[in-house]
DNA sequence: TATAATATTGAACAATGTTTATTTTTATGT
DNA sequence: ACATAAAAATAAACATTGTTCAATATTATA
């Protein structure tokens, strides 16, 4: 059996990514196999190399696919082009919202330590980066602040999301993460 | 072969520990298999079974070992009872520092995805935690915001690290982890 | 010395990523 | 229309994981 022509070479890569998501949505990373993804297309093990070069590649197209509708989330929520801080504000809820509603899909892309060094993949990076530099260049004293403060402000989004999943030192509980998050900002923005 | 008796019990899990950690320290994470673990050792695969309830046993473990290690690292620095702000300008600089000198430990203490439920792990992240939060006392309003502020402080690092060692956004390059780091205290702690 | 307790092994199982020869289907050229 | 080349998909195999467990070897005990 071979070249069914159900789907083209690309369809076949896009049936691949979905059903991959789909299967880290229901069941969580660890059950992102070769095996389990491509019976769920309806092929077998080989196909998937065909299409990527290894396991890491599909997951890094889930990751980048997470990373364009984050991007484009963020887009729609900073149309209204209020205020820096205000905008600041929900750049960091829409984070945590993302981590609450699809957890192992965040965990996938944020917390699964995998080399990911596809064109397509740091294009995506920027997508979203590019947007909360933006949102910091009027509250920041130069272009290049407010690239550092990007970088600030993602890492620490970054990592109170990694404290309340890991379930280290009582986040959630004692110090809920949005009351961190509301800290940070006040006192590192000013807000 | 049975009892060979040249360790007792707890020798044979602290040299299990060594072992593993000696694998991670030469060939990262990913070599970290009860296999090899145990070949080291001189034991069998099974072995470990006896010590660990299974294999992230022993990764908590020796995660356990690094943490405490790491507050006794503190504990030195903190010594000299420098101002508050001193002191905490030394507390993130021991942080980047770790991940430099043994990123491999770093890696499989922080970035690796692994449920760590034992009662000694949580008593040696408090080991380390609760230094951070004591030099945080004096420059915070009360108990609850140093705790805060640590927690934030921790997240910070902690995602900065994780950015510099995926990688992403160019850390290390533009903006160098050690700048990073230097902003946030500045901005973050008036320091 | 016989027996019980215990430590260790070795082999086996299922599941993983990955490779490759083979087969099946489609495209191409005469 | 037919033969042949190209491509796609498969099935089977391999090595490596974690993990279990009956069998075995050693020590302790009665």
Redesign the pocket.
Known sequence: ???????T?EE?TQLAIQCGRDIVVAEGPSA?????VTKLMG?????L??LFE???GLTAAINTTSLINFAETLRCILRDHAKPKKRLSKIAQAYLEFQLREPHLWTLLFATPIQHDSEDYRTAIHLVFDQVTEVLLPISKNNKVARQNAKILWSTLHGICLLRSSGKLDVSEADPSEELVKRFLNQYFKL
């Open positions: 059996m071979a070249r069914r022509k159900d789907h070479r076949l992102l196999s070769a095996r389990n092929y077998t093990p080989g196909t190399y065909n290894n396991i890491d």
